[in-house]
C-alpha cells in the first residue's frame, strides 16, 4: 500500500522557467510533509517542510503548497538552475508530540532535469 | 559541524552471510533512523532508535535489527543475506523533529 505517490517518474524543465513536482498522499493522519532532494551517490538533502496547519511554505526558490482536502502537495522551484537536477523525494509522517520524531513514508521520486 | 557518517560505504558479501553498517549522527542527535532503497525502489523505512531503545520497526524480517549506543552512533545488523537485499543503506538523524538529515549511505550488494 503506497501511502505517499509521486506519479510522475521524471519532468524535464527549461532553465529560468518554473519545476512543479507533485505528491499526493492517502492517509489522512499525516500532519507533516517535508521534499527531499537527492543526487547520485549520496544520501537525501533536506529541502522544505509543511506543517498541516499551514496551506503554504516558501524558502527562497522554493515554496511548498498543502491542499488537505485534495491531500496533494507540490514543490514549486523558481527559477529553476542547472543545479537543482536531482531526484526529489516527498515524506509525511505524523507527529506525536510526546515522543517527537515518526518515521518518514517516502514517495518514489521524481526524476528532475533542467535543461541549458 | 560534522553531518552523519557512515561506514563502510561500500560492500560486497555472499547470500547467507551477515553483514554489520555503522552509523554516526550528527551531534546533539538522539534519534537514529535507518531507510533501505532497493534498486527502482523508494526510500523504505526500517528502524528508528532514540535513546538507546528501539521506537519503531518497519517491514522487514526479524533479520534485520540494530541498536543504538550511549553516544547515540547506531549499528544495523542484517543476518543470512539475501540477493534482495542489494541496496543503498541510509541512516539519519534528527533532533526529535521531523527534520531528517542523511548520511551518504552504505551501498550493499549481495551475490
Known amino acids: 500500500d503506497q501511502q505517499v505517490k509521486q506519479n510522475s517518474p521524471s519532468l524535464s524543465v527549461q532553465e529560468g522557467r518554473i519545476s512543479i513536482l507533485n505528491c499526493d498522499y492517502t492517509?489522512?493522519?499525516?500532519?507533516?510533509f517535508l521534499w527531499y532532494k537527492k543526487y547520485p551517490a549520496e544520501g537525501p538533502t533536506f529541502l522544505i517542510s509543511?506543517?498541516?496547519?499551514?496551506d503554504k511554505n516558501e524558502d527562497g526558490r522554493f515554496t511548498v503548497f498543502l491542499n488537505k482536502s485534495a491531500k496533494h502537495l507540490s514543490l514549486h522551484i523558481v527559477p529553476s538552475q542547472p543545479g537543482d537536477s536531482a531526484v526529489y523525494f516527498c515524506a509525511a509522517t505524523r507527529k506525536i508530540i510526546i515522543q517527537g520524531a515518526q518515521k518518514l513514508v517516502f514517495g518514489q521520486g521524481t526524476r528532475l532535469t533542467i535543461n541549458p | 559541524e560534522a553531518g552523519v557518517t557512515q561506514s563502510p560505504t561500500h560492500l560486497i558479501k555472499t547470500r547467507g552471510q551477515q553483514v554489520t553498517l555503522r552509523c554516526s549522527p550528527i551531534s546533539g542527535h538522539t534519534s537514529v533512523y535507518w531507510y533501505q532503497q532497493a534498486l527502482g525502489l523508494g526510500l523504505q523505512f526500517l528502524l528508528w532508535?532514540?535513546?538507546?531503545?528501539?521506537?519503531n520497526r518497519g517491514n522487514f524480517p526479524p533479520r534485520f535489527s540494530g541498536r543504538q549506543f550511549p553516544n547515540y552512533s547506531s549499528e544495523l545488523n542484517v543476518n543470512a543475506l539475501e540477493l534482495e537485499d542489494s541496496a543503498l543503506y541510509l541512516c539519519?538523524?534528527?533532533?526529535?523533529?521531523?527534520?531528517?538529515?542523511f548520511g551518504p549511505g552504505t551501498r550493499l550488494t549481495v551475490t
Open positions: 492517509n489522512s493522519m499525516f500532519d507533516y
Open positions: 539519519a538523524s534528527s533532533q526529535r523533529d521531523n527534520e531528517q538529515y
Open positions: 532508535y532514540d535513546e538507546g531503545e528501539e521506537r
Open positions: 509543511i506543517s498541516s496547519i499551514k
